[in-house]
């Protein structure tokens, strides 16, 4: 464990949990949009590139409008969680460890605000567990949790000795990131409890 982390979490492990493609669903409410723009259907796994309305085969100028058009009031609020996102939260906390929300804001005038509501009533987060972050790398922890292969690298180039993970989602299953990749749930849990059970007497 790095020394700056270890004197600030000597036995309490600090966990970074990424939001969207984590525990909330971004692309449902995106393909929405694209819907609502093109009259064209798409579901969730038919995203296997990181954009997702160029993922689905718009252009540019189509992208921008939809991703405007997810700036409304409530969307954000109204997020769907992905299967077993707060069990996942709800055992890492009772293990003891430190569990923080780290997501980059959307655009709009609603959407951090939201985010807020919407973490600490779907999630069980306390406000003060909430950060807001457009580098994640700034933000000091033990564990990243992330669907997003460029934030893992970023953030893992920050904290050498923090390990980062990976939610295997369709869009990511072409990233270049060679670190683990685990499923919410039981998988993930017990490789972090290895991960740090290891790292504090290993
Ligand atoms: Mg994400």
């Not at 609502?36 to 689905?56: N, S, Y």
Request: include cysteine.
């Amino acid at each position: 464990m790095s020394r700056i982390v270890h004197a600030i979490l000597p036995d309490h492990p600090r966990i970074l949990v990424d939001c969207d493609g984590v525990l909330a669903d971004f692309v449902t409410p995106c393909l929405e949009k694209v819907f609502a723009l093109t009259g064209k259907r798409f579901h969730h796994d038919d995203v296997k590139e990181w954009e997702v309305p160029i993922a689905v085969g718009l252009t540019p100028e189509q992208s921008a409008a939809v991703y405007k058009a997810m700036e409304v009031k409530g969307l954000c609020r109204n997020a769907q969680a992905y299967p077993g996102a707060r069990d996942t939260l709800d055992w890492m906390r009772k293990r003891g460890y430190e569990v923080l929300a780290v997501t980059k804001p959307f655009g709009g005038e609603h959407w951090v605000h939201e985010r807020d509501a919407w973490l600490i009533a779907e999630m069980g987060f306390h406000k003060h567990e909430i950060q807001h972050a457009r580098m994640k790398e700034a933000v000091v922890g033990d564990v990243l949790i992330e669907d997003s292969g460029e934030n893992l690298r970023k953030w893992v180039a920050a904290m050498p000795e923090g390990k980062g993970v990976m939610i295997p989602r369709e869009y990511n299953a072409a990233d270049a990131w060679t670190g683990p990749r685990k499923s919410l749930g039981r998988d993930l849990i017990e490789w972090l409890d290895w991960e740090l059970a290891h790292r504090r007497y290993g």
